[in-house]
C-alpha cells in the first residue's frame, strides 16, 4: 500500500481538495497550484470573544416545576419554560476562526503531463511538482510540532532561477505590513467579539521570506523575489491565549522567538526533525488489506464504485485518519473540534465548536487502537479545564455538586446548555467524557500515574449525577430530568424526557468505572456509587423487538425513524455493556434498532454505523456502509469526511470501524477478526493497541489468521476468541507471546 493521496490536476478554489498539514497548534490547507499558490492557515486558539462565564445564576431555582412538568407529561410547556429559564448566558458559544491566506504567485503553467501534487502520509510532507517550460520545480509544506512552525520551501532542481511573488491577506480589517530589508510580512490584529462577549485575543500572522540568492522587493501587496534559486517561507500564528481564563500571553515575541530559532537550524535541519518527529508517532501503527488501486489518483478511487477490487483504499483511509489525528491532537494543543484544526469560514457550520453529544467523542475513538495516546493528551486536558467551569454550572442550574457538560463547549471552557433546550439541555456531556477517559485508561493497562490524574475527574462527573438523579414516581428507579436522546424528537414533539436509554448507559458505565479504579480508601463515595448504580434502569426492549431509545416505548412513533444519531446503541459502541456473546438478547435488540434506524445518515453518523455493524460481527454489512462512506456524497476529494459539510469525526469514527473489524478488546479478552468482510479477506496489522495495554501484530489470509503475536503490559490469564475457537492463554509482560 502507498501511504500517498495524489492528483495530476490543481484544486485550484476547492478547499475540500487542498491537502491539510498540521502540527496540533497550526493548521495549513496546501491547494498546489502553480500559477498562484493559496495556503490557508489556521492556529488553535484564535476564537472570538474571551473569558466569560456561561452561567445563569439561579437558575436551579426553576428546576424543581420544569421536573413537574415532564413527569405529568407536559413537554411543550417544559421546553418552553426552559428556553426561558435554563439556557446559559449567552445562549450561544464562541466561534473557531481562520488566520488568513498566504499567496505565492510565479505565473508558472505546467508542461503537459507533469503536474502533480501529493501528501505522503508517511512523511507529513504536501508537495507540488511540475515542469514549467521545461524547468522542474519543486514545493513542499510542512508543520513541525518540534519547531512549532510552518515550513514552504521552494526551488528548481537544477539551479534555474525565477520570480516570484508572496503576499499574505486576511478578511478582516487589518492589514500586512511588509518589511524588504527584513523579508518579513507581519499581519496584527484583535478577534472579534461575538453574542454579547468582547474580544480579548490579540493575534499575530508573521511570514519570513529567505530567498537563494538575487533580489527581495516591497511591492504594494507583498514581498517580490526577483531572480532566485529557490526560496524558504517560515509562517507562525500566535495569539494572546494562556488559558481559558487567561490572555496575557505575547504573541509579537512568541512569533519572532519561534522563527529567529528555525532560520538558524535552517530548512534540511527542520524538515529532518519534523520527519523524525512524527514518524516516531506513525510508524507505530502499520495496515495493510493486500494490493489496491494506488496507480489511480486519489479522487477517482473515491469516485470508483468498485472499492471491492481497491483493498488498499480502506487502509489508506485508516492511516489518513491517523494522519489527521496526529496533525490536529498533540500535547500541549487545543482538543480537535468539528473541524480538527481546519477551517476556512469565520462563520462555519456549527461555529467549527467542540460538539460533545458525540462528534468530540467520536474524534478520539481511533488514538487508542492505532497507537497514538499521546494524541488523546488534549482531551483530558480539556476535560481538566471543564472540571473547573462546569462546577459552576452543576451549582448554578442544578444545586448539585461536581461538574457537569452539556452538548458543546469552546475555547472558554463554557459548560452550560446552549442554543435551545431542543437539544442543548442534555446534561450528560461531562459523564460521556468520563466513561471515555476510563476507556483510555483501560487501554493503557490502568497504569497508576494515568488512574490517579484521571479518577477527580470521574469523580466530580458522578459526584454531578449522584445529586441530579432522582427518583420516578412508583418504582424504585432512579432517573434523569431533564435530559433528551441527543437531539432526537419523542413522539410528543419535543426532545426533553424523563430519562433515556444513553443517560442509563452512561451512567452504569461511568459509575461501573469508578468502581474498577480502585480507590479503595472512598469508602463513603464509593457505597453511594454503588447504591445508585443498582437502582438506575436497564436497558428495555420494545413491542418491535428493539433496543428503547426513552424508558417508553416510543421508537416506532418518533418523527424522525432514521435519525443520524444512534445514541440509544452507546452501550454497544463505544460502549462495551452489551455483547454478542455475553448479552445476546440486548444485542439482537441493538441490532433490530440498527435495522431500523438504517444506514444512511451524515457522514459521521455512518462512521458510527460502521462500528455498530463490526461490533455485532457483521462484517459485510460493516463494509456495505465503509463503501457509503467511501463514496463522493461522503467523502470530499482530499479524504475529508462529508458531513456534509466537512466534519472531521467521521473520518476517525470509519477508520475506528475498520479496526473494530480486525479486533475487538475487552478487559480479559480478545476477538480476532471478529468481523472481517471478504473483500478485506487477507491482510495484516501491526501496532494495534488492545485493552489492557496489549500490542498485536497480526496477519490473516482467505479470512483465517495466519500469525498472531501480543505483547502485554501486564501479565495474566486472557480468553482469545478466534471464530468459534475459544482458548486461555497465560500472557507474560513485556515479551511477545506468540498466539498462531
Given amino acids: 500500500m502507498s501511504d500517498r493521496l495524489w492528483y495530476p490536476k490543481e484544486s485550484w478554489v476547492d478547499w475540500t481538495a487542498a491537502m491539510p498539514v498540521g502540527n496540533g497548534r497550526l493548521g495549513a490547507m496546501v491547494y498546489g497550484n502553480s500559477r498562484k499558490e493559496r495556503i490557508q492557515l489556521n492556529e488553535d486558539t484564535l476564537w472570538t470573544g474571551s473569558p466569560y462565564s456561561a452561567a445563569n445564576k439561579g437558575a436551579h431555582q426553576h428546576l424543581a416545576a420544569l421536573r413537574k412538568l415532564l413527569l405529568d407529561g407536559e413537554y411543550a410547556d417544559a421546553e418552553r419554560l426552559a428556553d426561558a429559564q435554563l439556557m446559559a448566558r449567552p445562549r450561544f458559544q464562541m466561534t473557531y476562526q481562520p488566520a488568513g491566506w498566504i499567496f505565492i504567485e510565479t505565473r508558472h503553467r505546467p508542461d503537459v503531463g507533469t503536474y502533480r501534487r501529493e501528501l505522503d502520509l508517511a512523511t507529513a510532507i504536501a508537495s507540488v511538482d511540475y515542469r514549467h517550460h521545461g524547468i522542474h520545480y519543486r514545493r513542499e509544506v510542512i508543520a513541525s510540532a518540534p519547531d512549532n512552525v510552518i515550513g514552504i520551501r521552494m526551488w528548481t532542481e537544477g539551479g534555474e532561477t525565477f520570480d516570484s511573488d508572496i503576499s499574505y491577506d486576511i478578511e478582516q480589517p487589518f492589514a500586512p505590513v511588509m518589511d524588504a530589508e527584513r523579508g518579513e510580512i507581519v499581519c496584527r490584529g484583535r478577534n472579534r467579539a461575538e453574542y454579547g462577549v468582547p474580544s480579548g485575543l490579540d493575534w499575530s500572522v508573521r511570514m519570513r521570506i529567505v530567498p537563494d540568492g538575487g533580489t527581495i522587493s516591497a511591492y504594494d501587496g507583498g514581498l517580490r523575489l526577483s531572480k532566485v534559486a529557490g526560496f524558504t517561507i517560515w509562517v507562525d500564528v500566535g495569539t494572546s491565549f494562556l488559558r481559558y481564563d487567561d490572555v496575557s500571553g505575547d504573541p509579537e515575541a512568541a512569533t519572532i522567538g519561534r522563527l529567529d530559532a528555525v532560520q538558524k537550524r535552517g530548512w534540511d535541519a527542520v524538515r529532518a526533525g519534523h520527519v523524525a518527529d512524527y514518524r516516531g508517532l506513525y510508524d507505530r501503527f502499520a495496515i495493510s488489506f493486500g494490493d489496491g488501486q494506488d496507480e489511480k489518483p486519489t479522487d477517482r478511487r473515491i469516485a470508483d464504485p468498485a472499492k471491492e477490487t481497491d483493498p488498499s483504499l480502506a487502509a489508506l483511509y485508516v492511516q489518513y485518519g491517523r494522519y489527521l489525528m496526529i496533525s490536529a491532537s498533540r500535547p500541549g494543543t487545543q482538543p480537535a473540534n468539528l473541524q480538527g484544526i481546519w477551517n476556512t469560514e469565520f462563520r462555519p457550520a456549527w461555529n467549527s465548536k467542540i460538539t460533545t453529544n458525540i ?65 442543548g439541555l442534555w446534561p450528560m456531556g461531562g459523564v460521556w467524557f468520563a466513561c471515555q477517559l476510563w476507556d483510555h485508561c483501560v487501554y493503557a493497562g490502568q497504569p497508576e500515574s494515568l488512574v490517579s490524574r484521571i479518577y477527580p475527574l470521574m469523580r466530580g462527573a458522578a459526584e454531578f449525577l449522584l445529586d441530579f438523579l432522582v427518583d420516578l414516581p412508583g418504582s424504585d428507579w432512579l432517573v434523569t430530568i431533564p435530559t433528551n436522546s441527543p437531539e432526537n424528537v419523542h413522539p410528543f414533539g419535543a426532545s426533553l424526557s424523563v430519562g433515556c436509554a444513553m443517560d442509563n448507559q452512561l451512567g452504569r458505565d461511568l459509575f461501573d ?69 455475553e448479552t445476546p438478547a440486548l444485542a439482537a435488540a441493538a441490532r433490530r434498532s440498527l435495522e431500523l434506524r438504517g444506514d444512511e445518515a451524515t457522514g459521521w453518523g455512518i462512521g458510527w454505523r460502521i462500528c455498530l455493524w463490526a461490533r455485532l460481527g457483521d462484517g459485510e454489512r460493516a463494509w456495505t456502509v465503509l463503501k457509503r462512506q467511501l463514496s463522493p456524497d461522503r467523502t470530499y476529494t482530499n479524504l475529508f469526511d462529508a458531513h456534509p459539510p466537512f466534519q472531521i469525526d467521521g473520518n476517525f469514527g470509519g477508520a475506528a470501524g475498520i479496526c473494530e473489524m480486525i479486533a475487538h478488546s475487552r478487559p480479559g479478552e480478545i476477538r480476532l477478526l471478529p468481523a472481517l468482510p471478504k473483500a478485506l479477506s487477507t491482510g495484516s496489522v501491526r501496532g494495534m493497541r488492545l485493552r489492557g495495554g496489549i500490542e498485536l501484530d497480526m496477519s490473516w489470509s482467505d479470512g483465517a489468521v495466519t500469525k498472531c503475536r501480543i505483547l502485554p503490559a501486564q501479565s495474566g490469564a486472557l480468553r482469545v476468541r478466534i471464530g468459534n475457537e475459544v482458548r486461555s492463554v497465560e500472557a507474560v509482560a513485556g515479551e511477545w507471546n506468540e498466539l498462531v
Fill in 359 to 423: 462528534n468530540a467523542e467520536m474524534n478520539y475513538w481511533l488514538p487508542d487502537p492505532t497507537n497514538l495516546a499521546e494524541c488523546f493528551e488534549p482531551l483530558i486536558a480539556l476535560v481538566e479545564d471543564l472540571a473547573e467551569t462546569g462546577s459552576e454550572i452543576a451549582r448554578e442550574h442544578y444545586g448539585a455538586r461536581g461538574w457537569v457538560l452539556h452538548h458543546n463547549t469552546d475555547l472558554w471552557r463554557a459548560a452550560g446548555p446552549i442554543d435551545q433546550a431542543d437539544p
Fill in 513 to 581: 468505572g469508578i468502581l474498577a479504579a480502585g480507590v479503595a480508601e472512598d469508602v463513603d463515595f464509593l457505597n453511594r456509587v454503588r447504591a445508585a448504580r443498582a437502582r438506575l434502569m436497564p436497558d428495555l426492549i420494545g413491542k418491535a423487538g428493539q433496543l428503547q431509545e426513552w424508558i417508553e416505548d416510543w421508537d416506532l412513533e418518533a418523527r424522525d425513524r432514521d435519525h443520524r444519531h444512534v445514541s440509544h446503541l452507546y452501550a454497544l459502541y463505544p460502549g462495551l455493556e452489551i455483547d454478542t456473546v
